[in-house]
């Protein structure tokens, strides 16, 4: 009988399955597995205008048989089956335009081949774990079957066979095992029952097998059991997900439970959302915020993205595409009849429809945050917790391209309502003729709280919030201003009380105090910017505030993540005229030239103090202390 041969380009693909140029050899069941079942749709669907099929939906099943001595597993279905032209044109070419695809995609370079694994290459994986393989089957409408037997990329043959029922049994003959893997396992029935659940539990046609089980015989006695093994045939997958079911149908508990199995998590996720569109791109979509941070949430080991479907058929674990970087936290599935399983359809398409989806679930999420804040603002206040610096990094990221989206879920610790609030509510807060949003950055809301700087601000009643992570002011700085008012560092000279602004300038005599400014000035020399009477300061006698470019906290932030090259921030030495310290200062300016000198280092040390900066000579201000106290 004379052999055919595969079509080149299926004969490269097989060459480069069979060489084990991917690892994931377990993704061959799902691809046989969805075959079968989409045997059985076919036939199914042409049984509802053709009354002599005989059978209902609930009469398709596929069948999994292991015969570990004769190293054969068996996928058996009742589906549509093949006749010889079928079975000429479906196996003995690889699908054109995806082995086109698959040839550009993997190349020559071997570390590309996780196309295989995202999208699956269909019938021909089995060569991966089987060293023959043989195709019965019979068409529906048929009276001949056929037999096509392979042994990989040297040929084909079909030849004519008795089968009485209609439909395909795929015979897979198991290679022997290596030393790099195990081929027997997938004679296992373990391991079977594994894989369909793994990547074909939500297949709705029943996966049958035999399972083997222990019992206590029967009449062996309680005290002394005997036990005997049994087989039964058993039902492997779940078959309807729970996604595609009515979301007013499901009980809470029943999707957290989906949640903690799937996604390994012993708590229950915080936030549910169903989603089910259709349109452009249909699909189900079911995400889960989770209720706490995962332990390595930002480091690189935590691995963001959905798990993909296309009609209940596993195509991707992590597909980190449906998900934008600022939600990466979001965990789920999301399901699509429009994606196709296999790479013969266009990876292109692929891109367009994963894109309108991870679009439509930003959209989605974004809203159903929203939702919660408004709604349920402890709950927010928790996640915030959890992910609030994942959307601030958000904001920053892409050059702010996402900031519009996300600033109205932002929240900042305030200092007149003791927690963190949105945005929009310190707007709403804001008093006649305040024209900035004032921020204040430190390491902790207790130590912001005791900066001197801000006493005039919060004096005045005014509204400030704390910024105590690193990526707070880089927000700011990103968002640049919310509802048009501008964001300002209340540690900046700019950020004097609202409604008392003018008066204070008038009084703070700039001029009247000149010849003191410029004599500590310079005193010190290079290490301050300017010296100027302070707007800001009440009842402390000194400060620093920085220029209008990089602040102190910001700094602070550089100086840890790159020493070598630290950046500095302007330092203005603010001083209060109406403090007897000044007024101390003055008198030495005239009367002790080289005494004022040492005030002038002095009150500029205490600056760096206070703004969390580290001293040049830390002995050298003690020592001057110390002196003066004298
Ligand atoms: P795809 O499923 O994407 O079309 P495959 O390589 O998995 O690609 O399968 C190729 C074709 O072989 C299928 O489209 C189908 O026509 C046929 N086929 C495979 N398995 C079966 C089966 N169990 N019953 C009927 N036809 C099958
Ligand atoms: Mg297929």
Same mark, same amino acid.
């Not at 020559?108 to 393989?133: E, L, N, R």
């Given at each position: 009988?004379? #052999?055919?041969?595969f079509?080149?380009?299926?004969?490269?693909?097989?060459?480069?399955?069979? &060489?084990?140029?991917?690892?994931?050899h377990?993704?061959?069941?799902? +691809?046989?597995?969805?075959?079968a079942?989409?045997?059985?749709?076919?036939?199914?669907?042409?049984?509802?205008?053709?009354?002599s099929?005989?059978?209902?939906?609930?009469?398709f099943? =596929?069948?999994?048989?292991?015969?570990?001595?004769?190293r054969?597993?068996?996928?058996?279905?009742?589906g549509?089956?093949m006749?010889k032209?079928?079975l000429?044109?479906?196996l003995?070419?690889?699908?054109?335009?995806?082995?086109?695809?698959?040839?550009?995609?993997?190349?020559?370079?071997?570390?590309?081949?996780?196309v295989?694994?995202q999208?699956?290459v269909?019938?021909?994986?089995?060569?991966?774990?089987?060293d !023959?393989?043989? $195709?019965v089957?019979?068409?529906?409408?048929?009276?001949?079957?056929?037999?096509?037997?392979?042994?990989?990329?040297?040929?084909?043959?079909?030849?004519?066979?008795?089968?009485?029922?209609?439909?395909?049994?795929?015979?897979? !003959?198991?290679?022997?095992?290596t030393?790099?893997?195990?081929?027997? +396992?997938f004679?296992?029935?373990?391991?079977?029952?594994?894989?369909?659940?793994?990547?074909?539990?939500y297949? @709705?046609f029943? =996966?049958?097998? /035999?399972?083997?089980?222990?019992? #206590?015989k029967?009449?062996?006695?309680?005290?002394k059991p005997e036990? /005997?093994?049994?087989?039964?045939?058993?039902?492997l997958n779940?078959?309807?997900?729970?996604?595609?079911?009515?979301?007013s149908?499901?009980?809470?508990?029943?999707?957290?439970?989906?949640?903690?199995?799937k996604?390994?998590?012993?708590?229950d996720?915080?936030r549910?959302i169903?989603?089910?569109?259709?349109?452009?791109?249909?699909?189900?979509?079911?995400?889960f915020i989770?209720?706490?941070?995962?332990?390595?949430?930002?480091?690189?080991?935590f691995?963001?993205?959905?798990? %993909?479907?296309? &009609?209940?058929?596993?195509?991707?674990?992590?597909?980190?595409?449906l998900?934008?970087?600022?939600?990466r936290?979001v965990?789920?599935v $999301?399901?699509?009849?429009?994606?196709?399983?296999?790479?013969? @359809?266009e990876?292109?398409?692929?891109?367009?429809?994963l894109?309108?989806i991870?679009? &439509?679930?930003?959209k989605?999420i974004?809203?159903d945050?929203?939702?919660?804040?408004?709604?349920?603002p402890?709950?927010y206040?928790?996640?915030?917790?959890?992910?609030?610096?994942?959307?601030k990094? *958000?904001v920053?990221?892409?050059?702010?391209?996402?900031?519009?989206d996300?600033q109205?879920?932002?929240?900042?610790?305030s200092?007149? +309502?003791?927690?963190?609030?949105?945005?929009a509510?310190?707007?709403?807060?804001?008093?006649e *003729?305040?024209?900035s949003?004032?921020?204040?950055?430190?390491?902790?809301?207790?130590?912001?709280?005791r900066l001197?700087?801000?006493?005039?601000?919060k004096?005045?009643?005014?509204?400030?919030?704390y910024f105590t992570?690193?990526?707070?002011?880089?927000?700011?700085?990103?968002?640049?201003?919310?509802?048009?008012?501008k964001?300002?560092?209340?540690l900046? *000279?700019?950020?004097?009380p609202?409604?008392?602004?003018? #008066?204070?300038?008038?009084?703070s005599? /700039?001029?009247d105090?000149?010849a003191?400014?410029d004599?500590?000035?310079?005193?010190?020399?290079?290490?301050? #910017?300017?010296v100027k009477?302070?707007?800001i300061?009440?009842? !402390?006698? $000194?400060?620093?505030?920085?220029?209008?470019?990089?602040s102190?906290e910001?700094?602070?932030y550089?100086?840890?993540?790159?020493p070598?090259?630290a950046?500095k921030?302007?330092? =203005?030495?603010?001083?209060n005229?109406?403090?007897?310290v000044?007024?101390?200062? +003055?008198?030495?300016?005239?009367?002790?030239?080289?005494?004022?000198?040492?005030?002038?280092t002095? %009150?500029?040390?205490?600056?760096?103090?206070i703004?969390?900066?580290?001293? /040049?000579?830390?002995? *050298?201000?003690t020592?001057?202390?110390?002196?003066?106290?004298?």
């Amino acid at each position: 009988m004379a #052999k055919k041969q595969f079509k080149a380009e299926s004969k490269r693909l097989l060459d480069l399955m069979v &060489n084990s140029i991917y690892t994931h050899h377990e993704i061959f069941l799902r +691809e046989i597995v969805s075959n079968a079942s989409d045997a059985c749709d076919k036939l199914c669907y042409k049984a509802l205008t053709d009354e002599s099929v005989g059978l209902g939906r609930k009469d398709f099943k =596929i069948e999994i048989r292991a015969d570990k001595d004769a190293r054969l597993l068996t996928v058996s279905d009742n589906g549509v089956g093949m006749d010889k032209e079928d079975l000429e044109r479906n196996l003995g070419v690889i699908a054109s335009s995806g082995s086109f695809q698959f040839k550009q995609e993997v190349g020559d370079d071997a570390k590309d081949t996780d196309v295989i694994g995202q999208f699956g290459v269909g019938f021909y994986s089995a060569f991966m774990v089987a060293d !023959h393989i043989t $195709v019965v089957t019979k068409k529906y409408g048929c009276d001949t079957a056929y037999m096509w037997q392979s042994s990989g990329a040297d040929g084909y043959t079909v030849t004519e066979c008795e089968k009485d029922a209609v439909g395909t049994d795929i015979i897979m !003959h198991i290679r022997p095992d290596t030393d790099d893997e195990k081929y027997s +396992e997938f004679l296992e029935g373990w391991r079977i029952q594994e894989l369909v659940r793994k990547y074909s539990d939500y297949i @709705r046609f029943p =996966i049958r097998m /035999e399972v083997s089980k222990t019992r #206590k015989k029967e009449d062996s006695p309680d005290d002394k059991p005997e036990y /005997e093994t049994y087989s039964e045939v058993e039902t492997l997958n779940s078959m309807v997900p729970i996604w595609q079911r009515q979301k007013s149908k499901v009980k809470k508990e029943e999707y957290d439970k989906f949640y903690r199995d799937k996604f390994s998590d012993y708590a229950d996720p915080q936030r549910v959302i169903a989603v089910s569109a259709e349109g452009t791109v249909t699909y189900k979509a079911l995400l889960f915020i989770p209720s706490q941070q995962p332990f390595n949430y930002y480091s690189k080991d935590f691995e963001a993205g959905l798990q %993909l479907y296309s &009609n209940g058929v596993l195509i991707m674990d992590k597909c980190a595409d449906l998900l934008p970087e600022h939600f990466r936290f979001v965990r789920g599935v $999301v399901d699509s009849p429009d994606l196709s399983l296999n790479i013969s @359809r266009e990876l292109l398409q692929h891109d367009r429809q994963l894109k309108v989806i991870a679009s &439509n679930l930003d959209k989605k999420i974004r809203a159903d945050l929203a939702k919660m804040m408004k709604d349920e603002p402890e709950d927010y206040a928790k996640f915030w917790k959890n992910f609030g610096r994942q959307l601030k990094y *958000g904001v920053v990221a892409d050059f702010g391209t996402h900031k519009a989206d996300l600033q109205d879920l932002l929240l900042f610790y305030s200092s007149t +309502e003791k927690k963190p609030v949105s945005l929009a509510d310190y707007l709403s807060r804001m008093k006649e *003729g305040q024209e900035s949003i004032y921020y204040a950055a430190g390491e902790t809301v207790e130590s912001i709280d005791r900066l001197p700087q801000l006493e005039g601000l919060k004096d005045a009643g005014t509204e400030i919030l704390y910024f105590t992570e690193d990526v707070d002011e880089f927000t700011a700085q990103t968002l640049m201003t919310y509802q048009e008012k501008k964001f300002l560092s209340a540690l900046s *000279g700019d950020a004097a009380p609202a409604e008392d602004g003018e #008066k204070k300038q008038e009084e703070s005599g /700039e001029d009247d105090h000149k010849a003191v400014f410029d004599f500590v000035k310079e005193a010190l020399g290079d290490q301050v #910017k300017e010296v100027k009477a302070s707007k800001i300061l009440k009842s !402390h006698p $000194v400060c620093l505030t920085a220029g209008a470019g990089l602040s102190f906290e910001m700094e602070k932030y550089f100086a840890a993540v790159q020493p070598e090259q630290a950046l500095k921030a302007d330092r =203005i030495l603010e001083l209060n005229t109406a403090h007897p310290v000044f007024a101390a200062l +003055e008198r030495a300016v005239t009367d002790d030239p080289e005494k004022a000198k040492k005030y002038a280092t002095l %009150l500029f040390d205490q600056g760096l103090l206070i703004a969390g900066l580290p001293l /040049e000579d830390p002995s *050298g201000y003690t020592d001057l202390v110390c002196e003066l106290l004298v």
